[in-house]
DNA sequence: TTGCTTGCTGACCGATGGTCAACAACCGTA
DNA sequence: TACGGTTGTTGACCATCGGTCAGCAAGCAA
C-alpha cells in the first residue's frame, strides 16, 4: 500500500494554517517578492489549495494582516475608567511593546506602506480611527482643523520615531514614550489647542 | 506608396518623450496597474523600444521620479546666508508651495499609490538627509539620539501634516506653517533638545 | 538610386496570478 | 472489512506580465 498522497484537513484547521504561516512569510518577504506558487510550496500544499481558501492574493495578504490589525486593536485598547491621558499613555507603552516584539514585522509594515494598497489602507484606518479618539478626549463636540492637523500628524510623527528606534535601538522604551507624549503636548500648543491640564508626568 | 510604417526619432528626443509621458502616466495610474505594453501603447511605440532606452520598468519608473525629485531639491534650497531657523521657514515655505501646485502628485506619492519599493527609498532618502541637514544646523558635532528621532519623526509629522491638509484643506499654508515649525520645537523641547533662542516668531 | 546607420518591430520566453475538471482521503455505514 | 459519498485536494491549463532577440526599414549621405 503507498502512503497517502497528500494529508486531509479539515477546512477550518486548514484556513488557520494558511493564515497563520501566511503572516509569518510576509513579515519576512514583501507583498511581490513571494508568489502563490511559492506560499503554497512553502506550507507543503499546491497553488489551487490556496485559492480554494483565498479568492486572490491580495484578499489573502489582507487576511493575514487584519488578524495583526485586531492583536493591535485588542492590545492598545485602555482602560475607560483612565483619565485621558493616562490612557494615551497606556495605550502608547502597549504599543511600543509590540512592536518591540514584532519588530520586524513592523519595520515591513512601514516599508510596504508605500506600495501594496492593503498595507496602505490599513495603516491609513488605524491612524484615522486613533485620531478620532484622541480628538474625541479633547474636543468631545468638534475638533478645530489645527488641532486635528495636530494630532493626525503626530500619528505620523509616531511612526517615524518607531522606524528610527528600531532602526537605532538607541533610546530607552520610556524615552521614547515621553518623547512621542511630549511631541503631541508641543503639537497641541503649536495648534492652539492646549490640552487640559497636564497633570505632571 | 504606402506611408512610412513609423515614425523616427533621435534617441534624446524620444527618451525625453517616454520621460514626460511615463510620469504623465505614472502621475494618473499606480505602478502595476500599469503594464509596459500599455505604456508603449499609450505612447505609439512597441515594448521592445521602451526597454530600448530603459533598462526595465523598475528603472523607467525611477527616472520618471527622480525628475520630480530634483525639483524638489532645487526649490527647497535654503539661502545658506540666512541664520538656520529662518533657512528652515524659507525651505518650509517652497515645500509647502510646491505641494500646494502639485496637489494630485504629492497624494499620489504618500499614498504610495504610485509605487514599489523605489517610492519609499526616495521619499525615505529625502527624509534622511533633510533631517540630517537640519540636526547638523542645531548640533554641528553629533546630534543625540533623542534629538534624531525628534527630527527625523517630525518629517513624518510634516508628511501627516500635509496630506491632511491637502485633503481637509481648512487651513491656511501659514497656519500650517506655523503649526509645522511649532511642533518641531515642541518635539525639540520634549526631547530635552531646546534649539538656540527662538528669535520671537 | 543605392547603401548604410541605427531607430524600431514582431515573435518569442519563463514566471506570475488565477481557473477548472477530475481525483482521492477519510468518515459513515453495513 | 468493504464500500459509497462528501469534499479537500490536485495536475494541467490560460492570459498576461516583465523582459529578450534577430531582423526589418526610416531616412541621411553618396
Same mark, same amino acid.
Given at each position: 500500500m503507498a502512503p497517502p498522497a497528500y494529508r486531509r484537513l479539515q477546512a477550518e484547521d486548514r484556513r488557520r494554517q494558511l493564515l497563520e504561516r501566511g503572516a509569518e512569510l510576509f513579515a519576512r518577504n514583501s507583498y511581490d517578492e513571494l508568489s502563490m506558487g511559492e506560499i503554497a510550496r512553502q506550507v507543503g500544499i499546491s497553488k489551487p489549495l490556496l485559492y480554494h481558501y483565498f479568492p486572490s492574493k491580495r484578499e489573502f495578504f489582507q487576511a493575514t494582516l487584519s488578524q495583526a490589525a485586531s492583536e493591535l486593536q485588542a492590545r492598545t /485598547? @485602555? *482602560? @475607560? /475608567? =483612565? @483619565?485621558p491621558l493616562d490612557q494615551l499613555r497606556q495605550s502608547l507603552e502597549a504599543f511600543l511593546e509590540l512592536i518591540d516584539e514584532n519588530e520586524l514585522a513592523y519595520r515591513k509594515l512601514m516599508q510596504g506602506v508605500n506600495g501594496v494598497a492593503e498595507v496602505r489602507d490599513l495603516v491609513e484606518d488605524v491612524r484615522t480611527r486613533t485620531a478620532a479618539r484622541i480628538l474625541e478626549g479633547l474636543f468631545p463636540d468638534e475638533a478645530p482643523p489645527k488641532a486635528r492637523a495636530a494630532v493626525y500628524g503626530w500619528l505620523w510623527f509616531m511612526d517615524g520615531a518607531c522606524l528610527d528606534w528600531v532602526d537605532n535601538? *538607541? =533610546?530607552?522604551r520610556e524615552e521614547l514614550r515621553d518623547l512621542l507624549l511630549g511631541t503631541l503636548l508641543g503639537a497641541l500648543t503649536a495648534a492652539d489647542a492646549v490640552p487640559l491640564e497636564a497633570d505632571a508626568g
Open positions: /485598547e @485602555p *482602560d @475607560p /475608567e =483612565l @483619565p535601538r *538607541d =533610546l530607552s
